[in-house]
């Protein structure tokens, strides 16, 4: 479980996708903004200010053409704010959500073709992988609908709050009591949700590994010819068993918190500020019938706006934790990769081993120990030897997917770790033993030509 971020990570981390999505689709930022911004002003005339105007300007003889010529006003500006959002919406976003999408997963496939092997090996890391490729497109749309949100808020608290001041400002004091209720419980049920997410995640992958050992080709023989059938089934039979259990254990806890934050909304809040508004108008008469109905209509907007300023940082927060692994699989060092100096491979000569011994790392005993070997150029070898006797370590140091423990390799005369890896690889042609098949479309013409995307 990770620790809680400090306010400087939050934004820090949420800026980093947002200078992503900036890159790959330069005015979906802006675009986006000028689209909420229109549409709450077009809401804010319509549930709003429209109706106060109709029933005070009723109220105090204002003349009827003057009101109908208000109306088409804003039935006009509404309807330009809807072609704008309909083609921002089913036109620009889609393609952009595609934009975005192969600019970050493009990120995450490039570097994960650069760790490590060994880092695929490491339990902890796998993880972060897979968070991070699937929450790297996933995860941009909902820190773009969150800084949407900020537009929204930012406007409707504006208005509505300067509205319902100027009919009387005790009303904000019923405003301001959800802003206080989601600070203290709000930030709790986003560390709940939070630490749910994480652990439903790894129960899941176990889940769907179970499924998959049933359903693919490759494990179809054993599990006909062998009992491990039986150990799948009673691993898949656990984990849905954890599964159930985490549901019901942070069920409660979200469920308790929840209502506690809509019991506060809808009793002390808007009925409070009913009652209060009705009492001014009825019993009072300090109130104009269309203010007593703007302030029924829209103390919960303003609850609500005020709410979410404190809600919206909560959702940053939890973005940037999301965001904190994307960063640090992209951050992670390539130990194999990383050397800027690295020589380009010349034209194969010679290749020794000299003394090369190597354990897999988080294991025990040595693999390879003491390995000498030489290969020349246009020389046929074959290596022969029994099941676990090192056969596939020796190729994957051969093609420098590792490093050896000790000892050293030598291309050509000169250390292979001063070669650059990748021009080095390229010298290979490879068939492991445990090939796979790849599901391409042959029919259709490649998106990469000369190795460079088109």
């Known amino acids: 479980m990770k620790q809680k971020q400090n306010a400087p990570a939050v934004w820090k981390n949420n800026l980093f996708l947002l200078k992503e999505i900036q890159k790959a689709s330069p005015r979906r930022i802006v675009l986006g903004i000028t689209v909420i911004f229109l549409k709450s002003v077009s809401y804010f005339m319509f549930d709003v200010y429209m109706l106060r105007y109709i029933l005070n300007s009723l109220q105090t003889g204002q003349a009827f053409h003057e009101i109908v010529l208000f ?68 995860r941009t749309g909902q820190v773009l609908a969150t800084l949407n949100r900020i537009v929204q808020y930012i406007f409707t608290l504006s208005a509505m709050s300067f509205v319902i001041f100027t009919i009387d400002p005790v009303l904000i004091v019923f405003a301001v009591i959800p ?18 997410q994480m652990k439903k995640k790894e129960g899941i992958r176990k889940r769907d590994y179970s499924l998959r050992l049933f359903y693919l080709q490759d494990y179809a023989k054993e599990l006909r010819m062998s009992h491990i059938n039986r150990v799948v ?51 009072k008469k300090s109130m104009l019938l269309g203010d007593c109905v703007v302030v029924i209509n829209s103390i919960n907007s303003v609850a609500a706006s005020l709410r979410g300023t404190v809600e919206l940082y909560l959702q ?53 120990k003491n390995v000498d070997f030489t290969l020349c150029s246009g020389e046929k070898i074959a290596l022969v030897g029994l099941n676990g006797a090192g056969k596939t370590t020796f190729i994957k140091l051969l093609l420098r997917l590792y490093d050896p423990i000790s000892g050293q390799i030598e291309y050509n005369g000169i250390p292979l770790k001063e070669i650059d890896p990748i021009s080095y690889r390229k010298q290979f042609s490879v068939v492991f033993q445990d090939y796979k098949l790849y599901a391409f479309f042959p029919d259709r013409q490649s998106s990469f030509a000369g190795g460079k995307e088109r």
């Open 71 to 138: 109306i088409l006003c804003i039935a006009v500006y509404h309807l330009g704010v809807c072609i704008l959002e309909n083609w921002f919406y089913s036109a620009y976003v889609p393609i952009s959500d595609q934009k975005i999408t192969r600019h970050l997963q493009k990120k995450v496939f490039e570097k994960a073709v650069l760790v490590d092997l060994a880092c695929f090996e490491d339990p902890k890391f796998y993880d972060k992988y897979v968070k991070a490729a699937g929450e790297a497109s996933q």
């Open 179 to 196: 802003f206080v209720t989601s600070f203290i419980f709000g930030r709790r049920l986003n560390k709940i949700n939070y630490e749910y």
């Open 233 to 283: 089934l009673l691993r898949f039979r656990d984990t849905i068993r954890d599964l159930k259990k985490l549901i019901q254990d942070y069920g409660v806890k979200t469920a308790l918190l929840d209502y506690v934050l809509q019991a506060t909304n809808d009793i002390l809040v808007y009925l409070g500020a009913v009652f209060y508004a009705a009492w001014k108008t009825v019993v």
């Open 316 to 368: 940053f927060q939890k973005h940037a934790l999301y965001v904190e692994d994307l960063k640090q699989f992209l951050e992670a060092p390539t130990i194999l990769s990383d050397k800027t100096n690295a020589l380009p491979c010349p034209p194969f000569e010679r290749l020794i081993f000299q003394k090369i011994g190597f354990t897999y790392p988080k294991q025990s005993g040595e693999v390879l």
